[in-house]
């Protein structure tokens, strides 16, 4: 059995919310606005409240890890 490959965010990570701007400390997501009919990074409260979906044509949530990375764990 082949061990499953873990993505990681590959950039510098966001330093805030696209939406609300609040900084991003521990999980963000890339994720379709439906509301705003566009793309953001987003804080979890953000994510929530603009119905967001993670998978395939929604989005991605990443969660930092104490190694300082950020695999995805979501979509």
């Known amino acids: 059995m082949q061990p499953v490959k873990v993505q990681r965010w590959q950039s510098t990570p966001p ?14 997501s890339d994720a379709r ?13 953000c994510f929530m409240s603009y119905g967001c979906k993670t998978g395939t044509g ?14 995805k764990v979501a979509g």
């Open 58 to 71: 929604h989005g991605q949530t990443y969660v930092k890890h104490a190694d300082g990375s950020w695999p």
């Open 33 to 45: 606005l439906p509301m705003l009919g566009s793309w953001g990074i987003v804080c979890p409260a």
């Open 15 to 28: 330093s805030q919310c696209d939406v609300c701007k609040a900084p991003i400390t521990k999980s963000f």
